[in-house]
Nanobody, 124 residues
């Protein structure tokens, strides 16, 4: 059974940093694309970042480029999202996801497995 568990969310002031982690279990994800998405109240779930575990290639939404980084630890089957210079508009529930084949890593429908999400709140 595949499980994906996010952690690291919380409340932080604008300009601060948080590090989210996504621990995956149930299979080996070394060849998967791992992504982070977020959903704010009343809004669609949107792409944040992704990493292809076998190549290390990364992609970021324009809104977080230069502030967020994504990395993976194959030995731990864990993916991290380092978030810096946080803004109130980054407030959302953050979800990690895994895709076996993702022609478009920004497309949420390309992902096969999802975590339950972790809340990130940035105060002004």
């Amino acid at each position: 059974q595949v499980q994906m568990m996010e952690s690291g969310g919380g409340l932080v002031q604008a300009g601060g940093s948080l590090r989210l982690a996504c621990a995956a279990s149930g299979r080996t994800f070394s060849a998967y694309t791992m992504g982070w998405f977020r959903q704010a109240p009343g809004k669609e779930r949107e792409f944040v970042a992704a990493i292809a575990r076998n190549t290390g290639n990364t992609a970021f939404a324009d809104s977080v480029k230069g502030r967020f980084t994504i990395s993976g630890d194959n030995a731990k089957n864990t993916v991290y999202l380092e978030m810096n210079i946080l803004k109130p508009e980054d407030t959302a529930v953050y979800y990690c996801a895994a895709a076996r084949v993702a022609a478009n890593v920004r497309n949420r429908y390309a992902y096969d497995y999802w975590g339950q999400g972790t809340q990130v709140t940035v105060s002004s």
